[in-house]
Structures are given as C-alpha cells and as structure tokens.
C-alpha cells in the first residue's frame, strides 16, 4: 500500500511537470507528442502550392486517451462508468473510470488522439487490465496521467 502511495505521488509530480505520466504500468503512457508530416502527392493541372513548408514535419500534442472495445477502425468506442471531480492543492482534475469486465471484444484498445491532426495512436491493453482510470485537468482539458489495473 505504501508503494502504491508512493507511485501515485510521484505520478502527479511527474504530471504536474511534464503533463502526462503513468502511475503502475509503464506499458500504456500516450506519447505526449507526435510528429506528422502531410503534403501534396499531385497537383492538379494548372495548380500550385501556396506552402511551400509542407513536406516538414509538424509536432502535435497529446489531446486525449480514449478506449475501444475491439479495434479502433470498428468505432465501438468505451464510456466512462463513472467520473470522480478531484481537487489538489488549488487544481481541479477530472478522473474518468473505465470498467472493461462487460466488454464484448476480446481485446481492449489504448486510443491516444492528438491536438490539430487525424492521426491517432493506437495499443491493446490485454485482458489482464480489467479498470483504467484517466486524470485530466479541468481548467486546460490536459490528459495528465492514465493508470490500468
């Protein structure tokens, strides 16, 4: 129990200096951002390019973390059963509790969606994960820390 306190404490250290960590299993931290690079594979006839940058990557960051019951490209995307408002040290948070005990796929889906882009990331979590809980902060809608059991 003790341990457990420990790794909740630095968790919300961690958090409160990086805006994201994982209290418990490092398997399933989002990568806090994400490089994405788009352009234009033809140019229609008679057409051209007003930015000439786009060929660079960009960098996008981590948004939010969601869960699919079965793979992502299905859309069955998971609730929240319950979600707790918490308040520490003058900062609001908001833990969203997901329970996959009821879930109809075999495999349960880590979502990790990012600010200004389409892409997505994606990673199963496995059955041994049966409740993940996602803390967020309520004043910048950051995802700070997600934590499976």
Known sequence: MKNIMHNRFLC???????????????????????????????????????NPDSDKSTEHFLEYAAF????????????PVREEKIRSEGNEFIKDIFDFTG?????????????????????????????CEVLSSEATKTLKSIECR
């Open 12 to 50: 919300l250290l961690i958090a409160a200096m990086t805006s994201t960590c994982l209290a418990g299993d490092g398997d399933f931290i989002c990568p806090p951002v994400i490089k994405v690079a788009a352009s234009i594979e033809s140019l229609p006839p008679g057409w051209s390019a007003l």
């Open 68 to 79: 699919t019951d079965g793979h992502p490209g299905d859309l069955a995307y998971l609730r």
């Open 103 to 131: 879930a109809v796929s075999d495999s349960i889906y880590l979502v990790c969606g990012y600010a200004r882009t389409a892409e997505i990331l994606l990673k199963p979590i496995g059955k041994a994960h049966r409740i």
